[in-house]
């Protein structure tokens, strides 16, 4: 699949112990570079990565999602012919080929990022409520209807050197995904979506963020001031 | 009721104020004089319950007393969030802190990974 010695994967990885050694291992066969934050996890994550290959920046507390992203995003660009970034799960859900399909997109098309979604392919296996919940999302953001994009909460995301420069995510917790959106509208980087699969497995599920917290989400994106560097 | 014009106005007028400049020095100003002029209205309230009574009914509502307990619940609301946008922006400084001393102590599996090393791709 070509040489992917460019493209650097960040992996927020939070208590994710039983998994996360094969997620790396399975997606280093395709791209060799991958950066796994640990979040402050209370389990064995870290162990678990020293032996999987990824390099390890490890948070000393638990911050949340968004810093842990924005902690790769600074480790990833600051590494020596780091080119593509990838924002990927540490639970399993996603796939490499989708990610070799984002980064094809990348190094071909004039674009800067490309968001998976998982509203263009087949919907059935996202479970109900949670379709229900992520369309509500998507029909009550502004920024999302301007861009016309179809799934604000895909962890799933590759973006390009600009992007990766200028990345500054300010709210620590799940909010980020909204605020990565907000940067989108407001920096006009070209943005696309590409239809990627996430396989909803046991684990990810019990994993998986509640749907309740779309409130705490909620919250923190409304009651904010203009965020200073 | 005139009340009713004051109390919304006021609490639209400083949400957007707070959002806004909230931690610039002037912000920080305001804020201190807010409390200051509460204080004094708390003093007043003591000492000339009448006075405050007289108020109350200028601005349409029944006694003193509860102008005094409109005043102080539009001033809770406004303490609780100054302290959680305080509680915000400490957080977002402390994320910073903690991301710095993280990057200072990466490790990179070349360090760690000498037995796997081979075994992959």
């Keep these: 699949m070509g040489d992917q010695r460019d493209v650097w994967l960040v992996v927020p990885v939070y208590n994710e112990a039983p998994v996360i050694a094969d997620v790396v291992r399975e997606v280093r066969r395709t791209f060799p570079n991958v950066v796994c934050v640990d979040d402050g996890s209370r389990d064995r994550s870290s162990d678990q990565i020293r032996g999987s290959g990824a390099h390890l920046v490890r948070h000393p507390v638990n911050l949340g999602q968004g810093a842990a992203l924005q902690t790769g995003v600074e480790y990833a660009r600051a590494q020596p012919g780091a080119q593509y970034f990838v924002t990927f799960d540490a639970d399993g859900q996603h796939q490499a080929e989708d990610v070799e399909r984002m980064i094809q997109r990348l190094r071909n098309e004039s674009l800067d990022i490309v968001l998976g979604t998982r509203f263009h392919a087949t919907t059935e296996n996202i479970p109900f409520l949670k379709r229900f919940v992520l369309k509500t999302v998507v029909l009550l953001s502004p920024a999302l209807r301007k861009l016309k994009l179809t799934d604000a909460h895909n962890g799933l995301r590759a973006f390009n050197r600009t992007v990766a420069e200028s990345m500054n995510i300010t709210l620590n917790g799940m909010g980020h995904a909204s605020q990565i959106v907000e940067m989108i509208a407001r920096e006009e980087w070209r943005v696309a979506e590409e239809p990627v699969t996430i396989l909803y497995t046991e684990y990810s599920m019990a994993k998986g963020q509640s749907l309740i917290n779309g409130v705490n989400i909620l919250f923190d994106s409304l009651l904010r001031t203009n965020a200073r560097r | ?121």
Excluded: C, W
């Design chain 2, 1 to 121: 009721m005139l009340i009713q014009y004051i109390l919304i106005v006021a609490t639209v007028l400083l949400v957007i104020f707070f959002l806004r400049h909230h931690g610039t020095t002037r912000a920080g100003a305001v804020v201190k004089l807010g409390f200051a002029l509460f204080l004094v209205f708390g003093v007043v309230a003591v000492l000339a319950p009448t006075q405050v009574s007289h108020l109350a009914s200028l601005v349409g509502v029944g006694r003193g007393t509860d102008l005094v307990l409109y005043a102080l619940v539009v001033a809770f609301g406004f303490a609780t969030i100054n302290t959680y946008l305080r509680f915000k922006e400490l957080e977002l400084r402390y994320a910073r802190l903690a991301r710095a001393v993280a990057l200072r102590s990466a490790e990179s599996p070349e360090a760690s990974d000498t037995e796997h090393d081979g075994t992959l791709h």
